[in-house]
Nanobody
Protein backbone atom coordinates (compact mmCIF):
# COMPACT_ATOMS: atom_id res chain seq x y z
CA UNK A 1 0.00 0.00 0.00
CA UNK A 2 0.94 3.61 -0.57
CA UNK A 3 -0.24 6.53 1.50
CA UNK A 4 -0.46 10.03 0.04
CA UNK A 5 -0.70 13.17 2.14
CA UNK A 6 -1.22 16.58 0.56
CA UNK A 7 -0.30 19.95 1.98
CA UNK A 8 -0.65 23.51 0.78
CA UNK A 9 -3.69 25.09 -0.74
CA UNK A 10 -5.86 27.82 0.69
CA UNK A 11 -7.34 31.11 -0.43
CA UNK A 12 -5.50 33.27 -2.94
CA UNK A 13 -6.37 36.22 -5.14
CA UNK A 14 -6.48 35.91 -8.90
CA UNK A 15 -2.99 36.25 -10.34
CA UNK A 16 -1.44 34.85 -7.21
CA UNK A 17 0.50 31.64 -6.57
CA UNK A 18 0.08 28.53 -4.47
CA UNK A 19 2.30 25.49 -4.02
CA UNK A 20 0.89 22.06 -3.29
CA UNK A 21 2.96 19.16 -2.04
CA UNK A 22 2.22 15.46 -1.82
CA UNK A 23 4.22 13.14 0.38
CA UNK A 24 4.18 9.43 -0.42
CA UNK A 25 4.96 6.66 2.06
CA UNK A 26 4.74 2.90 2.09
CA UNK A 27 5.50 0.81 -0.98
CA UNK A 28 6.61 3.78 -3.05
CA UNK A 29 8.85 1.60 -5.19
CA UNK A 30 5.70 0.34 -6.88
CA UNK A 31 4.74 3.78 -8.17
CA UNK A 32 5.30 4.56 -11.85
CA UNK A 33 3.85 8.04 -11.98
CA UNK A 34 2.12 10.56 -9.76
CA UNK A 35 0.04 13.56 -10.43
CA UNK A 36 -2.65 15.99 -9.50
CA UNK A 37 -6.35 15.93 -10.27
CA UNK A 38 -8.89 18.56 -9.34
CA UNK A 39 -12.61 18.63 -8.86
CA UNK A 40 -14.70 21.78 -8.87
CA UNK A 41 -18.23 21.81 -7.43
CA UNK A 42 -20.65 20.07 -9.76
CA UNK A 43 -17.93 18.98 -12.14
CA UNK A 44 -16.07 15.78 -12.90
CA UNK A 45 -12.65 15.19 -11.42
CA UNK A 46 -10.11 16.12 -14.07
CA UNK A 47 -6.43 15.52 -14.50
CA UNK A 48 -4.17 18.55 -14.08
CA UNK A 49 -0.55 17.43 -14.29
CA UNK A 50 1.41 14.22 -13.93
CA UNK A 51 5.03 13.16 -13.77
CA UNK A 52 6.84 9.87 -13.96
CA UNK A 53 8.90 8.92 -10.94
CA UNK A 54 11.85 9.34 -13.31
CA UNK A 55 10.83 12.96 -13.86
CA UNK A 56 10.93 12.69 -17.64
CA UNK A 57 8.42 14.62 -19.78
CA UNK A 58 5.65 15.67 -17.40
CA UNK A 59 2.10 16.04 -18.68
CA UNK A 60 -0.12 19.11 -18.29
CA UNK A 61 -3.69 19.63 -19.27
CA UNK A 62 -4.04 22.48 -21.74
CA UNK A 63 -5.70 24.91 -19.35
CA UNK A 64 -2.70 24.99 -17.00
CA UNK A 65 0.20 24.89 -19.46
CA UNK A 66 2.62 27.73 -18.86
CA UNK A 67 1.14 28.46 -15.42
CA UNK A 68 1.60 25.26 -13.42
CA UNK A 69 4.78 23.26 -12.88
CA UNK A 70 4.93 19.75 -11.48
CA UNK A 71 8.12 18.43 -9.93
CA UNK A 72 9.27 15.49 -7.84
CA UNK A 73 11.88 14.85 -5.21
CA UNK A 74 12.66 11.16 -5.17
CA UNK A 75 14.81 11.41 -2.05
CA UNK A 76 11.85 12.79 -0.11
CA UNK A 77 9.16 10.84 -2.00
CA UNK A 78 7.30 14.04 -2.72
CA UNK A 79 5.61 15.56 -5.73
CA UNK A 80 4.83 19.26 -5.85
CA UNK A 81 2.63 21.46 -7.98
CA UNK A 82 3.60 25.11 -8.29
CA UNK A 83 0.58 27.06 -9.47
CA UNK A 84 1.15 30.60 -10.77
CA UNK A 85 -1.12 33.16 -12.39
CA UNK A 86 -4.10 31.55 -10.76
CA UNK A 87 -7.57 32.18 -12.12
CA UNK A 88 -10.96 31.84 -10.42
CA UNK A 89 -11.64 28.82 -12.64
CA UNK A 90 -8.74 27.03 -10.93
CA UNK A 91 -10.83 26.87 -7.77
CA UNK A 92 -11.28 23.23 -6.84
CA UNK A 93 -10.30 20.49 -4.47
CA UNK A 94 -6.93 19.22 -5.62
CA UNK A 95 -6.08 15.55 -5.20
CA UNK A 96 -2.72 13.84 -5.35
CA UNK A 97 -2.80 10.47 -7.08
CA UNK A 98 -0.37 7.67 -7.87
CA UNK A 99 -0.47 4.75 -10.24
CA UNK A 100 1.45 1.53 -10.57
CA UNK A 101 0.53 1.32 -14.24
CA UNK A 102 3.21 2.24 -16.76
CA UNK A 103 1.36 5.33 -17.91
CA UNK A 104 2.04 9.04 -17.73
CA UNK A 105 -1.59 10.03 -17.55
CA UNK A 106 -5.01 8.48 -17.85
CA UNK A 107 -8.49 8.32 -16.44
CA UNK A 108 -8.95 8.41 -12.68
CA UNK A 109 -9.80 4.70 -12.69
CA UNK A 110 -6.19 3.92 -13.55
CA UNK A 111 -4.87 5.53 -10.37
CA UNK A 112 -4.41 3.20 -7.44
CA UNK A 113 -3.80 5.62 -4.59
CA UNK A 114 -5.33 8.97 -3.66
CA UNK A 115 -4.75 11.67 -1.12
CA UNK A 116 -7.52 13.23 0.91
CA UNK A 117 -7.66 16.41 -1.18
CA UNK A 118 -6.83 20.02 -0.43
CA UNK A 119 -8.96 23.05 -1.25
CA UNK A 120 -7.66 25.83 -3.47
CA UNK A 121 -9.89 28.88 -3.77
CA UNK A 122 -9.03 31.71 -6.14
CA UNK A 123 -10.94 34.93 -5.59
CA UNK A 124 -11.53 37.43 -8.36
Amino acid sequence: QVQLVESGGGLVQAGGSVRLSCSASGRTFSIYSMGWFRQAPGKEREIVATIRWSGVSPYYTDSVKGRFTISRDNAKNTVSLQMNSLKPEDTAVYYCAATRAAILFGSRSLYDYWGQGTQVTVSS
